[in-house]
């Protein structure tokens, strides 16, 4: 077969333009500072980036939403803390007039005590995060609790999120389950057993008064047990933070590892490439001087 002068050409500028191409993609490679700048570069491990890429966002995601869950159960606990602290100190004025007492002044102090204690009992339970009512379930833009009737007006739902894929964790405890009574942690609705000890130190009625102080231990159970509730999923929380970010760290470093430049290489690479680009540019040249008189 006769290699024609226009096959030498054809072949040169094909050569040439090979060479240009690597020579662009090792600079574009150098100052991005990434092997992959396009799908083209590399489709199998491009679909494996985004993959990755997709479980990193997925684990910032979680990672935030461990944030919120750890500063609204934190609030909770501080709220709980409260409310044991209150009924420590409605222990202590009920147990020193148990007995009753025929000094109505004497009585009428211990009622009065009781009665702030109550208010600051149901301040508690509508503490607030933000504008959102942390004891009212899912019906949390309104204070759950009243002082004039004791109702309950949040729901009994617990608020939850999303810690890792499929795995929901709550964020609140409903309220009534609390302070009223109707869920796991006992069964003392603690608003009307202090009305109920109230009213009877008022009416000088020992009995009632004694019947309805042996329900504040059970209250106090009643508050320690939702704070080991909190306690659980604060531990929960810490384990799944914990393994979200060494996930997230060896994530980041195999997509580092994959797309990121080694400069010294990369810049090696491109010396040896300038270099054959330039020779093949020089030959390219001679060759495309040949005249009819060169093959005379």
Do not use: C, H, W
Request: net charge negative; charged share 20%; aromatic share 4%.
């Amino acid at each position: 077969m006769r290699i024609t002068p226009g096959m030498t050409s054809d072949n040169a500028l094909y050569n040439l333009q090979k060479g240009r191409t690597l020579l662009n993609r090792l600079q574009e490679q150098i100052a991005s500072g990434s092997l992959i700048n396009r799908p083209s570069d590399d489709p199998i491990t491009t679909r494996q980036l985004l993959d990755m890429d997709s479980k990193l966002d997925s684990g910032e995601q979680y990672l935030s939403n461990i944030t919120k869950g750890n500063l609204s159960l934190s609030l909770t606990d501080t709220a709980l803390q409260g409310m044991a602290d209150i009924i420590a100190q409605v222990k202590k004025t009920a147990g020193a007039i148990t007995s009753g007492s025929s000094d109505q002044t004497v009585r009428e102090n211990a009622a009065s005590q009781l009665e702030e204690l109550k208010k600051q009992l149901v301040d508690l339970g509508n503490t607030q995060l933000g504008d959102q009512f942390i004891f009212a379930g899912f019906k949390n833009s309104t204070p759950p609790f009243s002082m004039a009737n004791n109702d309950y007006s949040g729901t009994s739902d617990e608020l939850t999120i999303e810690i890792d894929r499929n795995s929901p964790a709550g964020i609140t405890i409903a309220g009534d389950a609390l302070l009223k009574g109707t869920g796991s942690y006992g069964g003392v609705d603690m608003l009307e057993t202090l009305d109920k000890i109230i009213t009877a130190i008022r009416d000088n009625i020992p009995a009632d008064i004694q019947e309805n102080a042996k329900l504040l231990d059970s209250s106090a159970n009643q508050i320690n047990n939702a704070r080991s509730d909190v306690a659980g999923r604060m531990i929960r929380f810490k384990s799944a933070e914990t393994m979200i970010s060494r996930n997230q760290s060896t994530l980041q470093g195999i997509v580092s590892d994959t797309m990121g430049v080694d400069y010294i290489k990369a810049a090696t690479e491109l010396t040896q490439q300038q270099a054959s680009f330039e020779a093949a540019l020089s030959a390219t040249a001679k060759i495309t001087q040949l005249s009819l008189l060169d093959y005379l």
